[in-house]
């Protein structure tokens, strides 16, 4: 009975689960000791190494969280509400180093649904379809598949598509002013706020971009990148390394000859935080580097080395600037 539930909670957090077998997974996870639910969970995290490693508080948060929302679904639908807007059904969550996973219950509720990612977190989704969906940090996703001839979803920040195919249901994302249309596929959206410019990182399959301000749509290939400016509404496609694309989803922070002051807005959204930097004659600078799961420190460090800079932390604020001997 274990290695069943086993593989019912392993294809709940990475797979689309059928109604029954959705159904047979609460029911069984109503019943278990505490001590098997843990089990449970440390052999589902631990076999998928895509996800850091889980210590003991991470372990309590999640048995916490899932056996609040499965143990009283009903009792506690209301207090999901604000993840939605006015939908009355109830929702599966659970929380952990920032990984959150989503999945539908018998609910026939088709009403746009909002995931927000504050900064220096990320999140991990099933959509209703079966795709699969990673957002960055500082990112969020409404997805709405009320029209039964679309899928649709729209995106501010960064998020790893993994697509299920349907050719009688086309899968749009609207990234600003600009429309990503896929059937079957894998590919990478960055856009944040700050930034003026919509890159889209093709892995396999095709996807076809478009959007009021471009002359025709364009389709990639895999191991293309487009980037479409959104002040002069002109768009290039070129070749790109996919592990670079996506080294965030490895938690691996990664920038290639970029301005100092674009790698300052990714350290914020990476970490959580603020920075000023008060040296504006390097913001301009072009860095390259990688981080792998270091602490902020380590990274503030690098950037003294490499400007001979001075920094302080405060909370979540950092300070960067001119160093005085």
């Not at 990503?180 to 396999?204: A, C, H, M, P, R």
């Not at 807005?265 to 990476?270: G, H, L, P, S, V």
Request: charged content about 25%; aromatic content about 10%; overall charge neutral.
């Amino acid at each position: 009975m274990n290695n069943f539930i086993n593989s019912l909670y392993f294809r709940f957090l990475f797979r689309k689960l059928s109604l029954d077998e959705f159904r047979e997974l609460k029911h069984n996870l109503n019943k278990m000791p505490d001590k098997d639910l843990k089990d449970v969970m440390e052999t589902a995290w631990n076999e998928n190494h895509s996800l850091p490693l889980m210590n003991q508080q991470a372990k309590t948060q999640v048995k916490q969280n899932l056996s609040f929302y499965i143990g009283d679904e009903i009792k506690r639908t209301r207090q999901l509400l604000w993840l939605k807007r006015g939908v009355a059904a109830s929702v599966i969550l659970l929380v952990s180093l920032g990984v959150w996973q989503f999945a539908y219950n018998d609910t026939p509720d088709r009403s746009p649904f909002v995931v927000e990612v504050k900064s220096g977190d990320k999140a991990q989704l099933i959509l209703p379809d079966g795709s699969a969906v990673k957002l960055n940090s500082a990112s969020s996703l409404v997805y709405d598949f009320s029209d039964p001839g679309k899928r649709n979803v729209i995106l501010t920040g960064e998020a790893f598509f993994e697509v299920m195919k349907d050719k009688s249901k086309p899968f749009i994302v609207q990234v600003g002013e600009l429309n990503i249309e896929v059937l079957g596929t894998s590919f990478n959206v960055s856009s944040y706020g700050e930034d003026s410019f919509i890159e889209t990182s093709l892995l396999e399959g095709s996807i076809k971009l478009y959007g009021k301000n471009l002359p025709h749509a364009y389709q990639l290939k895999p191991s293309q990148k487009a980037i479409y400016n959104t002040k002069t509404k002109t768009i290039q496609i070129g070749s790109t390394n996919n592990e670079y694309e996506t080294a965030w989803m490895q938690d691996r922070l990664v920038f290639e000859s970029e301005p100092l002051e674009r790698v300052i807005d990714k350290i914020e959204r990476w970490y959580g935080i603020t920075i000023d930097l008060q040296c504006p004659e390097i913001a301009r600078d072009k860095i390259s580097g990688s981080f792998n799961g270091e602490q902020l420190t380590y990274v503030l460090e690098a950037l003294k080395i490499q400007y001979n800079v001075d920094y302080s932390i405060r909370g979540d604020d950092v300070v960067i600037k001119k160093y005085k001997p």
